[in-house]
């Protein structure tokens, strides 16, 4: 076992009773990808009561589970002097507002200009923690709110709200059609079957639940108020994919385009030039690490979804 590491605890849900240990872990450890938990598994750096886990051993809830995560420089990246919009920023957490746009950590073929270059130049103490601190993530052209630990402890804390759904993310999304009312969509996520890029609602992914209600209504549009229960890659996208509401701009799950009735030629140049899935993290609540206390932060829509917003009143007055 290492001896200089970072150690996480959890007690394992009684309800996550007869699932494999690996599969329980990936949702609780929501800032390690299945590929870490994996590693850290070979290289018994996770413990169930004391003894060396393996990735199929069966959970029977209420075992304390440790993993030790030896400390590294997040991936080798590098810090970069990038201006970023802070919203919050105290001893223990940042609050960021992400423009679209802007890539969340670096990946292949992407090594600089993301937000955690930022964060590791903003902040050089995060170089010792994973993924910079950084404990959820944005899609790259889905801009808004990011909460970033600056501790370890901070980082465990935030962590375990995400697990325990006691953080609260709420999104605003510009959507096809003309919606009646609010509701709920609860379908598992997991990959495309032919397309790896994609992920999709199949019947042996992982449980997702969106709910949403809304905000405003348009003849052939509605701006849509929508809270994550969970947190699965793309899962907004997906889902009002999946109930034939897809967001405008989508250009992976966004189908046809729809073009609002009646536009003159500055307002359909305007409509046509918008690229990106038109997707807003608006606020973000969560407990203070430090303080215990409740804590709320929000960001206006930014400007080019304000623009769809304001050409779509227009027409329908």
């Known amino acids: 076992m290492s001896t200089d590491t970072t150690e996480i605890t959890w007690v394992l849900p009684e309800e996550r009773a007869g699932e494999r240990l690996d599969v329980v872990l990936a949702q609780l450890a929501t800032e390690l990808s299945r590929s870490r938990i994996q590693e850290l598994l070979g290289a018994e750096e996770i413990v169930v009561d004391g003894h060396a886990a393996r990735p199929s051993q069966r959970v029977q809830g209420g075992e304390t589970v440790q993993v030790r995560l030896p400390p590294r420089e997040p991936e080798h990246w590098r810090a970069e002097k990038i201006p970023l919009h802070i919203v919050h920023e105290d001893e223990e957490i940042l609050v960021i507002d992400k423009p679209a746009g802007m890539l969340t950590h670096p990946g292949a073929g992407h090594p600089s200009g993301t937000l955690a270059n930022a964060v590791l130049a903003h902040c050089p103490g995060s170089k010792h923690l994973p993924r910079a ?142 690229q990106r899935q038109a997707l807003h993290a608006w606020r973000l609540e969560l407990e203070h690490p430090g303080s215990g206390e409740p804590c709320a932060f929000e960001s206006p829509l930014p400007a080019d979804m304000e623009a769809l917003l304001a050409l779509l009143r227009r027409r329908a007055s």
């Open 133 to 274: 601190g950084i404990v959820h993530r944005l899609d790259k052209d889905t801009s808004g709110l990011l909460v970033v630990a600056k501790t370890e402890h901070a980082r465990q804390d935030l962590t375990e709200q995400l697990a325990e759904r006691s953080m609260h993310r709420e999104y605003l999304a510009l959507v096809l059609g003309a919606m009646t009312g609010g509701g709920r969509v609860e379908a598992p996520i997991g990959r495309h079957p032919q397309d790896r890029l994609r992920m999709t609602v199949r019947d042996d992914g992982r449980p997702a639940r969106t709910d949403y209600r809304l905000a405003e209504r348009f003849p052939r549009h509605t701006l849509l108020r929508l809270r994550l229960a969970t947190g699965r890659t793309h899962q907004i996208r997906v889902h009002m994919r999946h109930i034939g509401h897809p967001l405008v701009g989508d250009p992976v799950y966004g189908g046809r385009a729809v073009i609002p009735a009646g536009l003159d030629p500055e307002g359909m140049t305007l409509w046509r030039s918008f």
